[in-house]
């Protein structure tokens, strides 16, 4: 049983910064992609950045030169990095193999908001 388990949102101001985790057990993830998405209510969840086995990045044009994908595949853990973060990065956000084969966690919640 693969449980995903994202942490780390929170309130924060504009200009801010959090650290999000996905927590991955019950399948090692170290030799696939991973990603992070993320959904506004009544949105379609979006594609925010992807990171390959060999730690090749993608970055949705919204969040480039913002946000920092990286994985720790001893922990069989994901990372995002996110500065300088704006109002319109608050979502919901969750992780995933790219090819989307796990059942999705619950999410962790970025507000940003002054």
């Known amino acids: 049983h693969v449980q995903l388990v994202e942490s780390g949102g929170g309130l924060v101001q504009p200009g801010g910064s959090l650290r999000l985790t996905c927590a991955v057990s019950?399948?090692?993830?170290?030799?696939?992609?991973m990603v992070w998405y993320r959904q506004v209510p009544g949105k379609q969840r979006e594609l925010v950045a992807s990171i390959t086995s060999t730690r090749s990045t993608y970055y949705a044009a919204y969040v480039t030169g913002r946000f920092t994908i990286s994985r720790d595949n001893a922990q069989n853990t994901l990372y995002l990095q996110m500065n300088t973060l704006k109002p319109e990065d608050t979502a919901v956000y969750y992780c995933?193999?790219?090819?989307?084969?796990?059942?999705w966690g619950q999410g962790t919640q970025v507000a940003v908001s002054s």
């Open positions: 995933n193999r790219m090819d989307g084969a796990f059942s």
């Open positions: 019950g399948s090692n993830v170290r030799a696939y992609a």
